[in-house]
């Protein structure tokens, strides 16, 4: 199973960007579909983007298109999140999350239950 860390959360003022790294362990992340989930207090964790093992196909929650966007580099086992225009409801614990995948499967996945790895998080706070 491959194991995940979450990075570069922060306080950041309304507005402001940061960017969010995911370095994967264990096993190589280009058997892996990746995506990006977040949770606000007293909230169910929601998707925010996914993306197919390749990076071919992206997926973006509606609320973010425009704003984030989601990469990953494969050698280097790495799962990005740039997000930019930031909201003070966008404050919340950010999860990167790993489905093994086979080589023919070009998919994204947006469910929790589609993901067998999960990351510990990172907490993003959005100030006004």
């Known amino acids: 199973q491959v194991q995940l860390v979450e990075s570069g959360g922060g306080l950041v003022q309304a507005g402001g960007s940061l960017r969010l790294s995911c370095a994967a362990s264990g096993r190589t992340l280009s058997n892996y579909a990746m995506g990006w989930f977040r949770q606000a207090p007293a909230k169910e964790r929601e998707v925010v983007a996914a993306i197919s093992w390749s990076g071919g196909t992206t997926y973006y929650t509606d609320s973010v298109k425009g704003r984030f966007t989601i990469s990953r580099i494969n050698a280097k086992n790495t799962l990005y999140l740039k997000m930019n225009s930031l909201k003070l409801e966008e404050t919340a614990v950010y999860y990167c999350?790993?489905?093994?995948?086979?080589?023919?499967?070009?998919?994204?996945?947006?469910?929790?239950?589609?993901?067998?790895?999960w990351g510990q998080g990172t907490q993003v706070t959005v100030s006004s």
């Open positions: 999350a790993a489905r093994i995948t086979q080589y023919s499967d070009r998919n994204y996945y947006t469910g929790i239950n589609d993901y067998d790895s």
